[in-house]
């Protein structure tokens, strides 16, 4: 038996734990929501992803029982084989007609969506341009793919610009621009109209990743690019937040495309296609998100995050700006993100401390999230167990 390999994992996990880097996984004895149940007691949750409040919401939950009760737990098998059931066909003209493409196709995770959408439609004769705070999903996609790779600093411009020019004059035939919608550890907003008008200008196509921007930001929750009025070649997106809380990834594009990332998409003809429970609670939320009860639930969490921003300024805390309802408290050191965590759950808050190699080392942080389904008075508690856990820590006077 290799025991150095195993002493080497102990060495290492001993290391990630010195430097206060162990990121722990608490157990939750409940259903999603505003307040959840950890450790024997009911807690606030503010480090979830879902905008809407609807992983947790009856219809939701009914429409993926009735899925399951109606095409059982799973397929066995990948969509080309023997996998493809009706509500997956359903789920697909859904959602694309939800953010106003012509197709999609359906993968087990977002991550996926991302992993797949670069190598089956560009070469080595191409070139990638990416947001150098894109998702690692993006970043692994774009590592599996041949061509060239560009970089650029976040939401700049002028740096955009200057990779575009050196994708043209080093030869590409296609040139893609990826970037997230809204940048999930940040809260930022990609600036979808500047890199629309660049795009056009070096003739590239442009990918956006709208994990945490599909359901709530835009005219009907359509996403990033609606937000800012602008039309993008490729969307991926995910059911696991704002969209029912399950799981799942898609690519929204022309229907052409669609049809090669079907016949060349390795995680999608390697996977098990989506579970029908998870579709039909996808569905479900989709009609909700689209509706006139999802723009009273969007105009929630906006409100929500402006309370919360405003309270937590106040109180002295160093918040990243933005209007997202990603609002991450700044820290810095990954230990007192920690301990920062672990004394808000002692006084009734669930959030987590996020450090490398999620940020950038120096860069730890809390990210706190809203959901339509807080309350102002739940906004005003946490805000309270802030203070009293800043104050104790030395983070705030």
Same mark, same amino acid.
């Given at each position: 038996?290799?025991?150095?390999? %195993? ?14 880097? =162990? ?36 219809? *939701? ?74 998702? @690692? ?32 004059? @080093? ?6 621009? @990826? ?88 995680? %999608? ?31 929630? *969490? ?7 921003? @405003? ?17 991450? *408290? ?37 990210? =706190? ?5 807080? =309350? ?22």
């Amino acid at each position: 038996m290799p025991t150095d390999f %195993y002493a080497r994992v102990r060495s290492t996990l001993d290391e990630i734990d010195q430097q206060g880097l =162990t990121k722990p996984e608490r157990v939750i004895a409940s259903r999603q929501g505003p307040e959840i149940t950890v450790g024997g007691r009911q807690v606030l949750n503010f480090c979830a992803n879902n905008y809407l409040g609807l992983a947790g919401d009856e219809r *939701v939950v009914q429409a993926g029982i009735e899925a399951q009760n109606r095409w059982g737990a799973g397929t066995a098998s990948v969509r080309f084989i023997c996998g493809t059931l009706e509500i997956h066909k359903e789920l697909e003209r859904a959602i694309a007609d939800y953010l106003g493409f012509e197709d999609t196709i359906l993968f087990a995770a977002a991550f996926d969506a991302n992993g797949g959408i670069f190598e089956p439609l560009f070469g080595e004769e191409d070139a990638i341009v990416s947001d150098s705070l894109n998702h @690692a999903s993006i970043l692994d996609g774009v590592r599996l793919c041949k061509a060239k790779r560009y970089r650029f600093a976040n939401s700049d411009m002028d740096e955009l610009e200057s990779q575009l020019k050196a994708a043209r004059a @080093a030869g590409a035939r296609d040139i893609i621009i @990826a970037t997230d919608g809204a940048f999930s550890m940040d809260g930022y907003i990609a600036r979808l109209k500047d890199i629309r008008a660049l795009a056009d200008k070096y003739d590239a196509l442009i990918m956006v990743d709208d994990c945490h921007a599909t359901g709530f930001l835009g005219p009907q929750g359509r996403g990033s690019y609606a937000h800012h009025g602008v039309e993008v070649d490729f969307v991926t997106g995910t059911f696991g937040k704002a969209l029912g809380g399950a799981m799942g990834g898609f690519i929204c594009a022309r229907s052409e495309v669609v049809a090669l990332l079907k016949q060349r998409a390795r995680p %999608y003809l390697f996977s098990n296609a989506l579970a029908p429970a998870v579709c039909g609670s996808s569905l479900e939320a989709i009609r909700i998100a689209q509706g006139a009860e999802g723009d009273k639930l969007r105009e929630q *969490v906006f409100a929500n995050a402006g309370r919360y921003r @405003a309270a937590m300024s106040e109180a002295g805390f160093s918040l990243l700006e933005g209007e997202h309802p990603i609002i991450p *408290v700044m820290l810095g050191d990954a230990k007192l993100a920690q301990d920062m965590a672990a004394r808000m759950l002692e006084l009734g808050v669930y959030v987590i401390g996020f450090s490398f190699p999620v940020v950038p080392r120096g860069q730890a942080r809390i990210r =706190t999230q809203m959901s339509a389904a807080h =309350t102002f008075e739940q906004i005003d508690r946490t805000v309270d167990a802030f203070k009293q856990a800043g104050r104790e820590l030395g983070v705030i006077a």
